[in-house]
């Protein structure tokens, strides 16, 4: 008997005795079958980063060979914007790596996640996930190179206040039970991320927590590994999904908002990255940050304003990012510097020795491990397009590895230390203050997102009209002590994405 996948948090894994990037459609017929499962639900994320669903009563196994072979149509005009209604029907076709049980469906339920494809066959050309697709093979063909990366879904639980154990306002990190309330529910939520196919890092709470009146908002974080950029924007995805059922269940609120009040913390959506050539670790050498990494580090810094368009997409994003908040404001890069844009955090280079200093008495020993170094992207938030995010830090990936001067900028980027009263803080570019500014910001280095054809224009266009239309140039002056007003802005704003 196989005991391989024997311990293994994914149902499917643990009965059909395969990682999940093996399933086929006949592992999944076989699976339905053993297990009686009735129902199956297609999955797919439309224009506003939510999970949808078709449901479907399996009738027979005909039934279920149909429907996992040849998917089903949509109406792409009501999934998303950019969409015309005269000709807006889509397949949705599932992918089988993705299958995983239902953890909260009173009857066993197998959910998959689907693919968009037009009326010809194709790929969806304006699809985030045929993006983010098309940004991985451009990357791997023009480089050579595998990128990999990961996320931190920071969010906040909003209940009423108890008045017991009230943990310290702002002082949330790593607190624990009974000034923790809601740990229950985050290591619930790893767990059940898990069983979805998720590959969960660690949990956490984070330094955010407060109480207004007689609600209290406490902030967590849960952290990915490092997977492929499709797996990653994925477990992403389900892991919202998964705490707002919890959240569902448990009668809270739960929030993924980049700002939930002006002066506390928001929540961010950190991307960690690292690139591989055949399996190794290529962000450090000779353990130090390589010229390699520079070099993508620069491309990133060069195109971060940008970004913003994709992964800070609602007027409340420009209210976390100001000074002193452990946000990004100015465009640079530094080591274990929470201000800067980019980060690269601790690493295990050269302190092999730590296991044997903290366990005197049986010191174990440590075999030689590749390195798990990261450099870590800190703007995005929770209303991130969590596809388009990724797609773009490739994208400015490859452009740094192409840019001229990638070296020198990255070195004039370099911050050591606080940011604050730097000498070089003057010299550095901000990041945009709005919606409107990003939208500007886009639309200057719109070229290097669409070429290659990654991002279509069209989709360029449809992003800086949205973006636009917020009209929030103004907005930071005018919410200046206008606390009725942000309250109101924050409510708009809470279940973005």
């Not at 998917?71 to 969409?83: K, Y």
């Not at 990261?374 to 830090?393: C, M, W, Y």
Request: glycine share 8%; charged share 25%.
């Amino acid at each position: 008997m196989n005991t391989t996948y024997d311990l293994h948090p994914h149902p499917l894994v643990r009965h059909l005795g395969k990682p999940a990037a093996q399933f086929t459609r006949e592992d999944l017929i076989r699976f339905v079958e053993e297990r009686r499962i009735s129902m199956v639900n297609f999955r797919y994320v439309a224009g506003d980063g939510r999970l949808k669903t078709l449901n479907f009563v399996i009738s027979g196994r005909e039934h279920l060979y149909d429907i996992l072979t040849y998917g089903e149509r949509v109406d792409g005009s009501s999934l998303f914007p950019f969409m015309e209604t005269g000709n807006s029907d889509l397949y949705v076709v599932p992918r089988y790596r993705t299958a995983f049980l239902n953890p909260f469906s009173e009857e066993p339920a197998l959910e998959i996640l689907c693919s968009f494809f037009d009326h010809t066959g194709a790929p969806l050309e304006l699809s985030p996930e045929y993006i983010l697709q098309k940004a991985i093979r451009e990357f791997r063909k023009n480089t050579g190179l595998d990128f990999k990366c990961m996320g931190e879904l920071e969010y906040y639980v909003n209940s009423k206040s108890t008045g017991f154990f009230q943990a310290t306002d702002q002082k949330g990190y790593h607190e624990s039970e009974p000034f923790a309330k809601f740990e229950a529910m985050r290591k619930q939520a790893l767990k059940l991320i898990a069983a979805c196919g998720g590959q969960i890092k660690y949990g956490h709470s984070e330094v955010g927590n407060f109480i207004k009146e007689d609600e209290a908002f406490e902030q967590h974080e849960i952290e990915f590994l490092p997977t492929g950029p499709e797996e990653a924007a994925d477990q992403l995805v389900v892991g919202k999904w998964v705490l707002r059922m919890l959240a569902k269940q448990m009668g809270v609120e739960i929030s993924f908002a980049p700002k939930i009040t002006t002066g506390k913390a928001g929540s961010g959506l950190h991307f960690h990255m690292l690139l591989e050539k055949e399996g190794k670790n290529l962000v450090l050498d000779q353990g130090k940050i390589s010229d390699l990494s520079k070099k993508v580090i620069a491309g990133i810094l060069d195109l971060a304003d940008a970004l913003t368009a994709f992964g800070n997409t609602i007027p409340t994003s420009y209210l976390r990012l100001v000074p002193h908040q452990e946000a990004p404001t100015n465009i640079c890069w530094g080591a274990r510097n929470r201000s800067a844009l980019v980060r690269v955090p601790l690493g295990w280079t050269g302190h092999i020795a730590m296991a044997a200093t903290a366990n005197p008495v049986n010191p174990p020993e440590v075999p030689p491990t590749g390195s798990r170094q990261t450099f870590e992207f800190r703007v995005p938030d929770g209303s991130a397009d969590i596809h388009l995010t990724i797609a773009g830090l490739i994208v400015a990936a490859e452009h740094g590895l192409e840019m001229k001067g990638a070296l020198e900028m990255a070195e004039e980027l370099y911050i050591e230390g606080s940011l604050y009263g730097h000498p070089k803080a003057r010299k550095l570019e901000q990041l945009p203050a709005s919606c409107v500014e990003s939208a500007t910001r886009l639309e200057a280095k719109r070229p290097l997102f669409e070429a290659r054809g990654v991002f279509p224009a069209r989709l360029i266009d449809y992003t800086l009209k949205h973006l636009r239309s917020f009209n929030d140039e103004h907005l930071r002056a005018e919410l200046s002590g206008n606390e009725e007003a942000t309250r109101e802005l924050v409510r708009k704003f809470i279940h973005c994405q």
